[in-house]
């Protein structure tokens, strides 16, 4: 079992930037690929992006890529999503969640609760 909680999130005028963060605690945090995955009102649940285990892949859907950055620090049990330039677009709740999976995924076995973002034109 792993928990994961996103913080970070928040309201930000086009154009800028947030970096949201996911803590997990539970079982070994390594043995696991982490992703970022978001939901916009109204839509169903999107890809964003995805590390691996070890961070020596990582992968982002079309729509952010070049603005969106994932990385993961193992030894602190955290992954990021550094969100620049950022667009009316993006705004959505932002989960954080970890599985077994690799690739533009949305089969991952744990969730976080979830981070708003709200761009603002």
């Known amino acids: 079992q792993v928990q994961l909680r996103e913080s970070g999130g928040g309201l930000v005028q086009a154009g800028g930037s947030l970096r949201l963060s996911c803590a997990a605690s539970?079982?070994?945090?390594?043995?696991?690929?982490m992703g970022w995955v978001r939901q916009a009102p109204g839509k169903e649940r999107e890809f964003v992006a995805a590390i691996s285990r070890s961070a020596i892949s990582e992968i982002y859907a079309e729509s952010v890529k070049g603005r969106f950055t994932i990385s993961r620090d193992n030894a602190k049990n955290t992954v990021y999503l550094q969100m620049n330039s950022l667009k009316p677009e993006d705004t959505a709740v932002y989960y954080c969640a970890a599985g077994r999976v690799v690739g533009a995924t949305l089969e991952y076995d744990y969730w976080g609760q979830g981070a708003q973002v709200t761009v603002s034109s």
């Open positions: 539970g079982r070994a945090f390594i043995v696991y690929n």
